[in-house]
């Protein structure tokens, strides 16, 4: 890693192989806008590939396109990124491409109306992408107090009235040198890269005066968010915990947690040659028990000085309350009984998903999301490191600190009458108190 005279940090890590993939990483999300320009950052990532003050839309996707290059873009709460990946003999090109998008936008008036209306037809269509929604207004239902619980594109009442304007004041704030780290991994040398770099991305400053938003640590809220939609044929169910952020101690306890409960899918993990007593995930034999629960995946949101740790469900409405209480009775659950064999299997499903982080692009991401965060280069050596001394004993303690007793933020969408007609948190807040010898659960029986 080497800083730039103008703070921006130049990251390489050298693989073999005829690619090469060059990131950028700007510490800046939905996070540092305020409800009136919510949706700005996103806004803003779509942009940066329709023109700059030398380049037309068509001129940007003609060089990928003849570079032969991948480009991507993403943008979360905290961050945003975007990358090429390319031939190791272009890497120059990519770097220039690069910088004159992120430094010297041209935010044309009619492709933001263009861009505009493209992120309406994905407000629009929200209702199909069952996850992403659901996520966001887990999001919503646990930090509303706080812009880390908007969501990420925004709203969608207040797209059309975003203007050039907001996202010029968003990337003069925002895309400064000291909130930017530019990564290079494949076969790369790291002098030529830096040199590169310093000189396409020269004319980004080094820091700005405007005051970084946002940066009150956001409240947890716990609470119950009902969507009722009676015309959808399944519901989604979402329940988090409040949880450490990734500077914490528990962190790596809590990434081991994930893999614990990990993911299931009715055709893999239910009643059919491998019996969902067979099981060593007790979560998986919870729902193996429950037909028509098709889906659920543990998700771990760590954030710079926040997290949301908890499952997703998805199944046949007559299992809602069932499904709040999937997410609430194993996490409790490990506070008075946690096995070896649990978390060996999820130490070694970490293991296996670390050592399958192999792609260029992957470990390019890796790298620029650990340098904002932490400052350093987080190998998968250390992560395992630490993972490989949690036992049960470990856990069990986490539990009883984090879920025994705790108030979790349940979210519930679609034909949910059984559980919208509930209006005590209590109902769904008691069974976080329940043990593994007591028979009575209010979302269950």
């Given at each position: 890693m080497t800083e730039l005279s103008n703070g921006i940090r130049v990251c390489t890590e050298k693989s073999l192989g005829a690619t090469a993939h060059v990131?950028?990483?700007?510490?800046?999300?939905?996070?540092?806008?305020?409800?009136?320009t919510t949706g700005s950052s996103y806004l803003l990532k779509k942009m940066l590939s329709r023109g700059t003050t030398s380049r037309t839309k068509g001129d940007i996707w003609d060089e990928i396109t003849g570079l032969g290059a991948g480009y991507s873009a993403h943008a979360d709460r905290e961050y945003t990124s975007y990358g090429l990946t390319a031939l190791r003999g272009d890497v120059g090109r990519a770097v220039g491409l690069l910088g004159d998008m992120v430094c010297n936008p041209a935010l044309n008036p009619g492709e933001l109306e263009a861009t505009k209306n493209e992120v309406s037809a994905e407000h629009e269509s929200s209702h199909t992408?069952?996850?992403?929604?659901?996520?966001?207004?887990?999001?919503?239902?646990?930090?509303?107090?706080?812009?880390?619980?908007?969501?990420?594109?925004?709203?969608?009442?207040?797209?059309?009235?975003?203007?050039?304007?907001?996202?010029?004041?968003?990337?003069?704030?925002?895309?400064?040198?000291?909130?930017?780290?530019?990564?290079?991994?494949?076969?790369?040398?790291?002098?030529e890269f830096v040199d590169l770099v310093e000189q396409h991305f020269a004319s980004l400053p080094k820091t700005s005066s405007a005051p970084v938003a946002n940066q009150e640590r956001p409240i947890y809220v716990p609470a119950i968010l009902n969507l009722r939609d009676d015309e959808m044929v399944n519901s989604n169910v979402a329940?988090?915990?409040?949880?450490?952020?990734?500077?914490?101690?528990?962190?790596?306890?809590?990434?081991?947690?994930?893999?614990?409960?990990?993911?299931?899918?009715i055709d893999q993990h239910a009643e059919h040659l491998n019996d969902v007593h067979k099981q060593y995930n007790a979560l998986h034999t919870q729902l193996g028990n429950l037909p028509d629960v098709t889906r659920a995946d543990c998700f771990y949101f760590a954030y710079s000085d926040a997290g949301l740790w908890g499952n997703y469900i998805y199944g046949n409405e007559v299992f809602t309350r069932q499904m709040n209480y999937c997410g609430v009775s194993m996490p409790t659950t490990y506070a008075h009984y946690m096995t070896d064999v649990e978390v060996i299997r999820g130490r070694n499903h970490l293991y296996n998903t670390l050592m399958n982080n192999e792609t260029k692009r992957g470990v390019n991401k890796e790298i620029g999301q650990n340098?904002?965060?932490?400052?350093?280069?987080?190998?998968?050596?250390?992560?395992?490191?630490?993972?490989?001394?949690?036992?049960?004993?470990?856990?069990?303690?986490?539990?009883?600190?984090?879920?025994?007793?705790?108030?979790?933020?349940?979210?519930?969408?679609?034909?949910?009458?059984?559980?919208?007609?509930?209006?005590?948190?209590?109902?769904?807040?008691?069974?976080?108190?329940?043990?593994?010898?007591?028979?009575?659960?209010?979302?269950?029986?």
């Open positions: 990131g950028v990483y700007v510490g800046a999300g939905s996070r540092q806008e305020n409800l009136a992408r069952y996850l992403e929604t659901t996520l966001e207004n887990a999001h919503f239902n646990s930090f509303r107090e706080h812009m880390m619980g908007q969501p990420v594109k925004g709203d969608r009442d207040l797209t059309s009235t975003l203007t050039e304007d907001y996202l010029r004041d968003f990337h003069a704030a925002n895309y400064v040198g000291d909130n930017v780290v530019i990564v290079g991994t494949g076969d790369i040398n790291h002098d329940v988090f915990y409040d949880a450490p952020s990734v500077k914490h101690e528990d962190y790596y306890a809590f990434l081991l947690l994930k893999h614990i409960q990990g993911s299931y899918r340098i904002l965060q932490l400052g350093r280069r987080l190998p998968r050596s250390e992560i395992a490191s630490r993972v490989a001394h949690i036992d049960n004993y470990h856990i069990k303690q986490l539990a009883n600190q984090w879920f025994y007793d705790a108030e979790p933020s349940f979210t519930n969408w679609g034909p949910i009458e059984q559980v919208s007609q509930v209006a005590s948190y209590k109902y769904f807040k008691v069974n976080t108190l329940a043990t593994v010898t007591n028979a009575h659960h209010t979302l269950f029986n």
